[in-house]
Structures are given as C-alpha cells and as structure tokens.
C-alpha cells in the first residue's frame, strides 16, 4: 500500500509506503536536516544571548548596590564617586570640610556659583 504525499521540502507529491514519510528523497532528507540544525542554531544563540543579558543585568544590579555614600548610605548613580551631593554639600557649608568638598565639587564640574544654588534649592525644600 502506497499513499501519495506531498514533501514538506520540494513541495513535489510522491508516494510513500508509510503515511507518516513527508519526504520524498533523500536529498529533501538532507536539506530537512539543515534546516533543522540552522533553527536549533538560531534558537540556541538566542538562549545564550538572552542568559548573558540576565548575567550583566545581575552584574550591573551587584555592582550599582556597591556603591554608597560614605556619609548616609544612599546609593550613588554614579560608580566612581564616594560621597552624594547632599553630603558634599553639607561638608561644603562646614568650615573643616570646605576646602575638601570644595575640590571634590570642582572636579564634578561645579563651580561656586553653581554649589550655592544647588544649597539654596536644598534649604529651600
Ligand atoms: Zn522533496
Ligand atoms: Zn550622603
């Protein structure tokens, strides 16, 4: 008994001696299989992409909780600095500290001008 089928590769109709053949050649066989293997491929390095983005997010999550002020704790936007604003600032308004935070204040690109505003908006608050 033969059933006639179409190839799931060529598109040809054949037939095969078991209804469940959907290929009609070996070649068709052949080109089946790369197919497959490409779509595993494809399907593989996107698992392994999306399992590196979930390790960097992890990483990043580590990382940023790292960094806290030294002063009060809060955490820091930004990795590279040590102290927030509102603790230079206060620092700023201290004698002792005011050269100190003063230094730390430029080299974040503030000038005077600038720290006096950002202490007025916060005695404003
Ligand atoms: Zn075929
Ligand atoms: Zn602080």
Redesign the pocket.
């Known amino acids: 008994m033969k059933f006639k089928k179409t ?1 799931i ?2 598109g ?1 109709s054949f037939l095969a001696a078991n209804p469940l053949y959907c ?3 070996n070649d ?1 066989r052949a080109k089946r299989k790369t197919v497959y293997k490409k779509r595993y491929e494809k399907t593989h390095a996107e698992a392994r992409r999306e399992q590196r983005r979930k390790r960097n997010e992890k990483y990043r999550e580590q990382h940023k909780n790292k960094y806290h002020c030294k002063t009060c704790g809060t955490v820091l936007p930004n990795g590279c600095q040590k102290y927030c604003l509102d603790c230079l600032l206060r620092a700023y308004q201290s004698e002792e500290l005011r050269p100190w935070a003063k230094d730390v204040l430029h080299s974040r690109g503030y000038d005077e001008t600038m720290i006096d505003s950002e202490i007025a908006e916060r005695e404003s608050r």
């Open positions: 190839c590769v060529c040809k290929l009609c050649s068709c």
